[in-house]
């Protein structure tokens, strides 16, 4: 009973739905809304014959679709698992929706989850803690094995170094003067 009223509802509400585009009802719609439009450079006026075709031929196959619903559900219960056996081929393509599931998964979801999959395993192993972090580790590994080898603890060698640091500073100033 809850899905009657439902669909009760909604074929009502999609009746009027249907009324409002009618030519000759929904004139009331449009002195409603004419406002909104008044600066719109279009204007779709709903009458000419091709039109009203149109509005006979959408409420014919809307009939015509819940009396073949009625038929196969209500008259003749069964049918549907008839037309299911006959054509299982239909069904199945309906049922999986086309395999556009299947498609996407082929088309974007594997090809991505590879490219995460290269930049999880390739890249950031190889190139961020390869090159960015083991070599930033290993540049300050050989720093500090210099400083080692040059902390000797002979004083001469330190006064020496100063002596060599303050000469390559003034000789820098030397150039830059000239």
């Known amino acids: 009973m809850p899905m009657k009223?439902?669909?009760?509802?909604?074929?009502v509400l999609g009746t009027v739905g249907g009324l409002v585009q009618v030519p000759w009802v929904d004139?009331?719609?449009?002195?409603?809304?004419?406002?909104?439009f008044a600066d719109s450079t279009l204007h779709l006026e709903p009458t000419d014959a091709l039109t009203a075709f149109g509005l006979v031929l959408g409420t014919v196959l809307g009939?015509?679709?819940?009396?073949?619903?009625?038929?196969?559900?209500?008259?003749r219960p069964g049918t549907s698992e008839r037309v299911r056996e006959r054509?299982?081929?239909?069904?199945?393509?309906?049922v999986n929706k086309w395999y556009f599931d299947e498609l996407i998964d082929l088309v974007v979801v594997r090809p991505v989850a590879w490219l995460g999959r290269f930049g999880q395993q390739t890249f950031e192993r190889v190139?961020?803690?390869?090159?960015?972090v083991g070599g930033t580790t290993g540049i300050v590994k050989a720093g500090s094995a210099a400083a080692r080898a040059l902390q000797n603890g002979f004083l001469r060698a330190y006064a020496a170094l100063l002596v060599l640091g303050l000469v390559g500073v003034a000789f820098y100033f030397l150039i830059q003067s000239s």
């Open 27 to 36: 004139s009331e719609v449009e002195k409603f809304l004419e406002p909104s």
């Open 127 to 132: 190139v961020v803690n390869g090159l960015f």
């Open 63 to 75: 009939i015509a679709g819940i009396f073949i619903a009625y038929q196969v559900w209500v008259s």
């Open 87 to 94: 054509f299982a081929f239909l069904h199945r393509l309906f």
């Open 5 to 11: 009223a439902a669909m009760g509802a909604l074929a």
